[in-house]
């Protein structure tokens, strides 16, 4: 066995790494998104997720990444008018 | 190094990265959780406590069930336009 990996070998291993780096920040801004809408449509949690508190939820996550979005355009319109 | 080495080094890396976030989601779910339940301490964690740290953990886990439907559903529509991943972080 080669201990050394080829360079084919390597650059597959630097694309796998790219994709599960990208991965796990997906997942954390997942998690954060998750805890923020918990804390604002989850006040007292019950046997199951009510339509409202579910709704709460979609709208939530939904808004976060318009709030997202409008930010970033922004500061882009900003950063033009200078 | 041949291909099966580079495929268990994969598996490695995916089940590190796996046993993490299931860690770090755990603790974020003990400390809300520990946070809304168990207000005054006592002696034992007692029936009620218990309850509604299950009840916070179940419904904790379907918030974020919905929360990455919602992601994935926005990101596909993103793609769909022909726009990049910019905005959605």
Not at chain 1, 21 to 29: E, P, S, T, V
Not at chain 1, 45 to 66: F, H, M, Q, V
Not at chain 2, 52 to 75: E, F, G, H, I
Request: charged share 25%; proline share 2%; net charge neutral.
């Amino acid at each position: 066995m080669d201990a050394e990996p080829s360079d084919a070998q390597a650059r597959e291993l630097q694309t796998f790494m790219e994709t599960e780096n990208q991965k796990a920040i997906i997942q954390q801004a997942i998690s954060k998104l998750t805890e923020t809408c918990f804390d604002k449509c989850v006040t007292k949690p019950g046997n199951k997720l009510d339509s409202s508190e579910a709704n709460c939820i979609a709208n939530c996550a939904g808004r976060y990444l318009d709030s997202s979005v409008f930010i970033v355009n922004r500061m882009m319109a900003k950063r033009q008018q200078q | 190094m041949d291909d099966k080495d580079i495929h268990e080094a994969k598996l490695q890396v995916q089940g590190q990265l796996a046993a993490q976030y299931i860690q770090e989601v755990m603790q974020k779910i003990t400390d809300k959780c520990f946070e809304r339940c168990v207000t005054r301490p006592g002696a034992k964690l007692d029936d009620s406590e218990k309850l509604c740290t299950a009840k916070c953990m179940d419904r904790y886990l379907d918030s974020m069930t919905l929360v990455s439907q919602a992601w994935a559903a926005r990101a596909k529509a993103q793609a769909a336009a022909g726009g990049g991943s910019s905005g959605l972080m």
